[in-house]
C-alpha cells in the first residue's frame, strides 16, 4: 500500500489544478483560509480524490477535514480499512 | 457578551450595499390582492404572476375551493393535534386515498409540508451505519433530512449516472443505501436521467427516493412525474411530493408500495411531533388531486406555454438554464447579483413577477430570474411576458 508521502504528493498533484492562487501547499494548508475554496470546488476536488483513491469520503467526514494533512490522513486511514 | 447574530454580519453588509444601489428588496414583496392564478395587485399595479409554483391553476378552482369551505364549516378551522393522537379526521385519510388512486400505490402519508416529508422520511430511512447518497443540488430539505438522521451521506456530481454509479460500487455491499433523487431540479428546472439512475441503484443493492415536488400534476401520462414519464415509478422505493406547486395548498407526502410502510407513522418525527393539517386543506388537496388525474388538455398548455417561453427568451438573447424546456420552470442566468436584481425590479415595473433566485439556492453561484409557468397563463399572455422581458432587458443592458 501508499506510504504517507506518496499519498501527500498525489494529494499535492490533485490541489494542482485548483490552488489558482499558487499557495505552497504543507500539512498546516487549509482548504477554506488558505485556498480560499468555496463549497463547489471543494465537492469537485473531493471527487477527484475519491476517483483517485478509489474511497468515498463522506460529508460527515468532509466537515472534520480542514487541512492537507488531515486530509492525508483521512486517505491513508480509508485506504487501510 | 458575544452577539450570537454577528455571524450574519456579512449578508447584512451584502442586503445593504445592494439596496444602496437604489434596487427595491426582492425578497419583501406583497401581494396585496390575488385576482387569479396568473394575476395579483403589487405596489398597487396590477401583475402577470411567473414566479409561482402554481403549475396547474389550482387555486381559484370552484370545486376545490368549494370542498375547502364545506370541510371547515363540517370540521372546523384546525385539529389541534398530532396525527398520531386527535389530528386524523375523515378528510386526512380521504386525501391520502386521493394520493393512492392518483399514484396507483398501496400506501400513502400525508405530512404538514413538503419540507417535512423530505426532513422526516430521509431522516427515518436513513439510520446510523446507513448511507444516503444524494445529488449535489438536492433541494434544501433533503440537506436538512441528511443533517436530522444519523446516516453516512455521500453526494455526487448533479445529474451525472456515471460518478454515482462508481460511488455506490464503493461502499460496503451489506450496508443500507438510500440515494436520493429529484424528478426536477428546481434551480434549473433541468429534469433527472432516472431511468439510468433507478437501474444504476437497483444494480448496486441501494433503495430510491424521488422527490417529484415539481412534475406532480404536469409531467408524465398522468401527472404522476419524471418518474413516471421515464418508465421507472414501479421501481422506485418511496416517491415523495407537496401540495403546494401543482395540487394548489399545503402539505406533504410520501406514498410507496413497501409492504412494511405503514410502521413510518410510529417512527417518523416530523409526522408525530407536528399538529396536522387543517381538515378544509385537506379537502382542497384531495379534490385538486382528483381533479389533477383527468387534467391531460391543461398539461397540454402547460408544455406549449413552457416550450414558447423558452424559445421566445432564448431568441431574444438571455442565456437560459436549460437548452430546451424540460419542465415548467424557466431560468434565465444573469451575470450577478446587481443585475440579476435590476432585471428582477425592471421586469416588475413593466407588470410581472418572476423568483429571483441567488447563492445559497442556486447552483454554481448562479443568479437567477426563474420563470415558472401555470396552465392558466394564456397564450397572449406568454407573448406579453415576452414583450416585458424584452423592454427591461434593453432597458439595463441585460440584452
Redesign the interface.
Known amino acids: 500500500m501508499a506510504s504517507r508521502e506518496e499519498i501527500m504528493s498525489k494529494v499535492e498533484t490533485l490541489i494542482g489544478p485548483f490552488n489558482n492562487k499558487g499557495v505552497a501547499l504543507k500539512d498546516a494548508t487549509t482548504f477554506a483560509g488558505d485556498l480560499e475554496w468555496?463549497s463547489?470546488t471543494v465537492?469537485d476536488f473531493v471527487?477527484a480524490v475519491?476517483?483517485e483513491f478509489?474511497?468515498?469520503i463522506?460529508?460527515?467526514m468532509q466537515a472534520e477535514i480542514e487541512t492537507v494533512g488531515q486530509l492525508a490522513d483521512a486517505v491513508a486511514k480509508l485506504m487501510d480499512n | 457578551m458575544t452577539d450570537l447574530l454577528s455571524k450574519f454580519d456579512p449578508l447584512i453588509q451584502e442586503r445593504e450595499t445592494l439596496l444602496a444601489t437604489g434596487v427595491k428588496d426582492p425578497y419583501a414583496l406583497v401581494m396585496e390582492e390575488v385576482k387569479s392564478p396568473t394575476i395579483a395587485v403589487c405596489n398597487g399595479k396590477e401583475t402577470i404572476l411567473l414566479g409561482t409554483y402554481n403549475y396547474m391553476g389550482m387555486t381559484f378552482d370552484d370545486d376545490v375551493m368549494e370542498a375547502g369551505l364545506t370541510a371547515l364549516k363540517d370540521f372546523g378551522s384546525g385539529t389541534t393535534g398530532s396525527r398520531l393522537l386527535n389530528g386524523t379526521y375523515s378528510p386526512h385519510k380521504d386525501c391520502e386515498e386521493a394520493l393512492k388512486e392518483f399514484y396507483d400505490m398501496d400506501h400513502a402519508m400525508v405530512f404538514s409540508t413538503g419540507y417535512q416529508a423530505n426532513l422526516g422520511i430521509i431522516s427515518t430511512l436513513a439510520g446510523k451505519g446507513d448511507y444516503v447518497i444524494l445529488d449535489i443540488d438536492s433541494h434544501a430539505s433533503i440537506y436538512d433530512g441528511c443533517a436530522m438522521g444519523n446516516a453516512e451521506i455521500v453526494a455526487f456530481r448533479h445529474n451525472d449516472v456515471e460518478a454515482l454509479e462508481k460511488r455506490l460500487k464503493r461502499l460496503p455491499a451489506e450496508a443500507g443505501k438510500l440515494v436520493v433523487l429529484e424528478g426536477v431540479y428546481s434551480m434549473l428546472g433541468d429534469v433527472a436521467p432516472l431511468k439510468e439512475m433507478i437501474r444504476v441503484c437497483k444494480e448496486n443493492g441501494a433503495m430510491t427516493l424521488v422527490d417529484e415536488a415539481h412534475s406532480m400534476g404536469f409531467i408524465g401520462d398522468n401527472g404522476r412525474g419524471v418518474c413516471e414519464d421515464q418508465g421507472v415509478i414501479d421501481d422506485v422505493d418511496f416517491v415523495i411530493g407537496t401540495f403546494s406547486k401543482s395540487v394548489g395548498t399545503v402539505g406533504g407526502f410520501c406514498v410507496s408500495n413497501h409492504p412494511k410502510f405503514e410502521i413510518m407513522r410510529l417512527v417518523c418525527r416530523p409526522y408525530v411531533f407536528t399538529a396536522s393539517l387543517p381538515p378544509s386543506v385537506m379537502a382542497t388537496a384531495s379534490t385538486s388531486i382528483r381533479k389533477l388525474m383527468h387534467s391531460g388538455n391543461k398539461r397540454a398548455h402547460l408544455w406549449e406555454n413552457s416550450k414558447k417561453l423558452h424559445k421566445g427568451l432564448r431568441d431574444l438573447g438571455f442565456e437560459i438554464g436549460t437548452p430546451e424546456a424540460q419542465s415548467a420552470i424557466i431560468a434565465v442566468i444573469m451575470p450577478d447579483l446587481e443585475r440579476g436584481a435590476m432585471m428582477w425590479q425592471a421586469l416588475l415595473a413593466e407588470g410581472l413577477y418572476v423568483n429571483l433566485a441567488r447563492p445559497p439556492a442556486t447552483p454554481a453561484n448562479m443568479t437567477l430570474l426563474r420563470c415558472s409557468l401555470c396552465a392558466e397563463h394564456t397564450s397572449e399572455q406568454v407573448d406579453q411576458i415576452l414583450g416585458m422581458f424584452e423592454a427591461a432587458g434593453k432597458a439595463v443592458g441585460a440584452i
Request: charged share 35%; hydrophobic share 50%; glycine share 0%.
Open positions: 468555496d463547489l465537492m471527487a475519491e476517483d478509489d474511497i468515498i463522506t460529508m460527515n
